[in-house]
C-alpha cells in the first residue's frame, strides 16, 4: 500500500531533550516536506527536500533540523525542543508538480 | 505575501443540507488551489484540486471552482452526510523551482448532525 508514515504519533517530552520524528515514504517520490499545524495558523512548512542530500528552509525553520540521506527518509529533528514546538506535525511527500501525500501525523507535546 | 483565508467555524450542518465553505486568495502569479480534507486522527486527503481560472474541480460530491475575478475557491457539496464530518482546508501552490509548498488556510470544521 502507497503510504506515508511517521513515528511516533504521540509524544510527551520535556524542554531540552533531544528527539526526532521519522517520516518513511515508499512512493519513491523524489519532493518531502515538513508541516506543522496550529490552531488558528493551519498548516505552515517547516522544512523541505527535492531530492536526496538536498534540503532547505520553509517558513518556520527555526529549532529544526532535517536530513534526506536516503530517498524514503526525511526525519525532523529537534536538539533542545521548547513549548512553543508543541504542536501537530506532518510529512508529505509527492513526485515533482504532482499530489502531495501526506502522513497521520504526530501529536508533540514539550512540557 | 501569498494567503488563503477561509470562513471561520466550526460549522455545524444537519445531514442533506447545502454546504458552502467559503475561500479566498491573495497570491502573486497564477497558483493552482486545491481543497484537502482531514478526517479525525488522520492526515490531509487531496479533496479537488483546479490549476486555472475558471476550471472547476470535483470529488464524491464536493465541487470548487477556480474565480479568478474574485480571487475564489469556495467548496459546495449539495447534499451533506454525517460521514463529511471532518476539517476543511483550502490552499494555493505556486510554480516555485524545487519547492511544492502549499500555503494553507486556517481550516473550517464541518460537523454533520443526523
Known amino acids: 500500500e502507497a503510504q506515508v508514515t511517521q513515528n511516533p504519533r504521540y509524544l510527551i517530552t520535556v524542554t531540552g531533550k533531544k528527539l526526532t520524528v521519522t517520516c518513511s515514504q515508499n512512493m519513491n517520490h523524489e519532493y518531502m516536506s515538513w508541516y506543522r499545524q496550529d490552531p488558528g495558523l493551519g498548516l505552515r512548512q517547516i522544512y523541505y527536500s527535492m531530492n536526496v542530500e538536498v534540503t532547505d528552509k520553509g517558513d518556520v525553520p527555526e529549532g529544526y533540523k532535517v536530513s534526506r540521506k536516503e530517498k524514503r527518509n526525511f526525519p525532523l529533528i529537534l536538539e533542545s525542543p521548547s513549548p512553543n514546538q508543541t504542536s501537530l506535525y506532518f510529512c508529505?511527500?509527492?513526485?515533482?508538480?504532482?499530489?502531495?501525500?501526506f502522513g497521520p501525523g504526530t501529536r508533540l507535546t514539550v512540557l | 505575501g501569498n494567503s488563503v483565508t477561509q470562513m471561520e467555524g466550526p460549522v455545524t450542518l444537519s445531514e442533506e443540507a447545502f454546504l458552502t465553505i467559503n475561500c479566498t486568495y491573495t497570491a502573486t502569479g497564477y497558483p493552482s488551489l486545491f481543497w484537502y480534507v482531514q478526517y479525525p486522527g488522520e492526515g490531509l486527503q487531496l479533496l479537488l484540486k483546479?490549476?486555472?481560472?475558471?476550471d472547476k474541480g470535483s470529488n464524491k460530491g464536493f465541487e470548487a471552482t477556480y474565480r479568478k475575478e474574485t480571487t475564489s475557491f469556495h467548496l459546495e457539496k449539495g447534499s451533506v452526510q454525517v460521514s463529511d464530518s471532518a476539517v476543511y482546508f483550502c490552499?494555493?501552490?505556486?510554480?516555485?523551482?524545487?519547492?511544492?509548498?502549499?500555503?494553507f488556510g486556517t481550516g473550517t470544521r464541518l460537523t454533520i448532525i443526523p
Open positions: 490552499a494555493l501552490q505556486l510554480p516555485n523551482f524545487g519547492n511544492e509548498k502549499l500555503t
Open positions: 483546479a490549476t486555472k481560472a475558471d
Open positions: 508529505a511527500s509527492s513526485f515533482s508538480g504532482r499530489e502531495q501525500f
